[in-house]
């Protein structure tokens, strides 16, 4: 492997160099990306399976949602669902607490480069990704961050959506939304967009599944394999002991 190396977006030593692991990410345990670990690979290859091939994935699963977005004539997908955040981008930030604080979102284009609201001072998340194009923030619309200016950040927040869907789509108006805040919503009415569902445009882009993908379901499923002997396990011994009406609690 030593011809595959690549450069560094690093702001500290930008020529630092790393060579790839076998999934095709750099093999650097400095960086910020997620990845298998050496035991990971070594349990593939064992088993004689492919390892993904992660840019390659990344660059299907965002073309299988522009797909969608092209087939329902929308200027664009705007997703908040940390689950379909990742899809899309592959970027992970504090997903429970994403979860429940709607401070993340991304916009995807009929074509091109995915535009991604991260929380504040959160860049280098997501800088090893091309297909991100650019990071921006101001997400959040909910009171718990935004207090009695909720309104008005909304407003923000659907100007910019507004300017993204003229830049790729010129005059359509139809946006492809999965999950948003209420006083979003009504901010991207109140600016004349036709809000769809986006949930139907993700879900069919994740029906269809190529090789690559299979192979890196597989692999997920192997590496959680310790965990689900160990949920099986305390399940076998607690139902023995369950009665109909009982508190589970009391029976682990």
Same mark, same amino acid.
């Given at each position: 492997?030593?011809?595959?190396?690549v450069?560094?977006?690093?702001?500290?030593?930008?020529?630092?160099?790393?060579?790839?692991?076998?999934?095709?990410?750099?093999?650097?345990?400095?960086?910020?990306?997620?990845?298998?670990?050496?035991l990971a690979?070594? @349990?593939?290859?064992?088993?004689?399976?492919?390892?993904?091939?992660?840019?390659?994935?990344?660059?299907y699963?965002l073309?299988?949602?522009?797909?969608?977005?092209?087939?329902?004539?929308?200027?664009?997908?705007?997703?908040?669902?940390?689950?379909?955040?990742? &899809?899309?981008t592959?970027?992970?930030?504090?997903?429970?607490w994403?979860?429940?604080?709607?401070?993340r979102?991304?916009?995807?284009?009929?074509?091109?480069?995915?535009?991604?609201?991260?929380?504040?001072?959160? @860049?280098?998340?997501?800088?090893?990704?091309?297909?991100?194009?650019?990071?921006?923030?101001?997400?959040?619309?909910?009171y718990?961050?935004?207090?009695?200016?909720t309104?008005?950040?909304?407003?923000?927040?659907?100007?910019?959506?507004?300017?993204?869907?003229?830049? &790729?789509?010129?005059?359509?108006?139809?946006?492809?939304?999965d999950?948003?805040?209420?006083?979003? &919503?009504?901010s991207?009415?109140a600016?004349?967009?036709?809000?769809?569902?986006?949930?139907?445009l993700?879900?069919?882009?994740?029906?269809?599944?190529?090789?690559?993908?299979?192979?890196?379901?597989?692999?997920?499923?192997?590496?959680?394999?310790?965990?689900?002997?160990?949920?099986?396990?305390?399940?076998?011994?607690?139902?023995?002991?369950?009665?109909?009406?009982?508190?589970?609690?009391?029976?682990?």
């Open positions: 492997m030593d011809d595959l190396i450069g560094s977006n690093r702001k500290i030593d930008p020529s630092r160099r790393a060579h790839l692991k076998s999934d095709n990410t750099p093999n650097d345990n400095d960086r910020v990306e997620i990845g298998p670990t050496a690979f070594a @349990e593939w290859e064992n088993l004689g399976l492919s390892t993904p091939n992660m840019p390659a994935l990344r660059e699963i073309g299988r949602l522009q797909e969608q977005i092209r087939q329902h004539d929308c200027a664009g997908l705007l997703l908040f669902d940390p689950l379909n955040i990742r &899809y899309a592959d970027t992970t930030n504090m997903q429970i994403i979860a429940h604080n709607q401070a979102a991304c916009f995807v284009p009929p074509e091109g480069k995915v535009t991604l609201w991260d929380f504040h001072n959160c @860049e280098h998340l997501s800088a090893h990704l091309p297909l991100v194009g650019e990071v921006r923030h101001g997400a959040s619309f909910f718990f961050e935004t207090g009695d200016h309104e008005q950040a909304a407003a923000v927040f659907a100007d910019q959506v507004l300017d993204l869907m003229r830049q &790729y789509a010129g005059s359509n108006k139809r946006l492809a939304v999950k948003i805040e209420h006083i979003g &919503y009504a991207l009415r600016h004349g967009v036709d809000v769809l569902e986006g949930q139907l993700t879900e069919h882009a994740r029906a269809i599944k190529n090789e690559n993908e299979l192979g890196q379901c597989v692999a997920q499923l192997l590496l959680v394999r310790p965990q689900l002997r160990k949920c099986a396990t305390s399940c076998a011994r607690a139902f023995p002991r369950l009665k109909c009406g009982q508190n589970c609690m009391l029976a682990t």
